[in-house]
């Protein structure tokens, strides 16, 4: 079965300390995975692609096929990423999990 | 652009009640999708139409859920009757290729069924 797991409902963290947000997937095919992200009041939109594999506002996420993970991942949290992040699996269509709110404190 | 537009922000309606959710996508756009987002179950595909014609419905939860595209600038997604079990925040995105990732999210309808 096709399946975006994201663990973590709410983590939250002090500004600068490290940040990861946990996604796994179940998938037969070759994976093609994004983190989406939607900021208070604003509209959902692509944080980065695992294909590009470039670092987006800090956070970078690496396709780990073996753990099949694709885990995002920020050295130091900054109170603006506040946020609730989607991880997604494209199949032909997109598949969400459902989603990990982050909280950074000051 | 003021990207894709849905109407209205906020709904309330009572069990029963029929409502309909409206969404124009951006221009030229040919794809056009319909999510719910609960927090129980996330963000869930009901539909998606490319070029007016619907292609893949099986994310729509029951006949209770019906939606339409007459034109390439106008979508909407019915839910007669509806239950409190409906109450969602129900977006619509669109996309001018068929790839998934490149699709453009509205701001959204919260919909609550007393």
């Known amino acids: 079965a096709q399946r975006v797991t994201q663990p973590e409902k709410l983590l939250s963290v002090f500004k600068g300390a490290p940040v990861e947000l946990k996604c796994n997937y179940s998938?037969?095919?070759?994976?093609?995975l994004f983190w989406y992200v939607q900021y208070s009041r604003q509209r959902l939109q692509l944080l980065l692609r695992h294909i590009s594999r470039e670092s987006i506002k800090g956070f970078t996420a690496d396709l780990n096929k073996g753990e099949t993970s694709f885990h995002l991942k920020k050295p130091f949290a900054q109170e603006e990423d506040s946020a609730m992040y989607y991880c997604a699996l494209d199949t032909d269509k997109l598949i969400f999990g459902t989603g990990t709110r982050l909280q950074v404190f000051p | 652009d003021a990207g894709v537009i849905q109407s209205p922000r906020h709904e309330v309606t009572e069990m029963g009640q029929e409502v309909t959710l409206r969404c124009k996508p951006i221009?030229?756009?040919?794809?056009l999708f319909w999510y719910r987002q609960t927090m129980m179950r996330g963000l869930e595909l009901l539909i998606y139409f490319n070029n007016n014609v619907p292609i893949d419905d099986s994310g729509m939860p029951e006949d209770r859920f019906s939606a339409k595209m007459p034109n390439a600038s106008f979508s909407t997604l019915k839910i007669q009757p509806s239950e409190p079990r409906d109450s969602a925040v129900y977006f619509c995105?669109?996309?001018?290729?068929?790839?998934?990732?490149?699709?453009?999210f509205g701001p959204g309808t919260r919909l609550t069924v007393t």
């Open positions: 995105a669109s996309s001018l290729t068929g790839a998934s990732y490149e699709q453009y």
């Open positions: 998938y037969s095919g070759s994976p093609e």
């Open positions: 221009s030229g756009h040919d794809y």
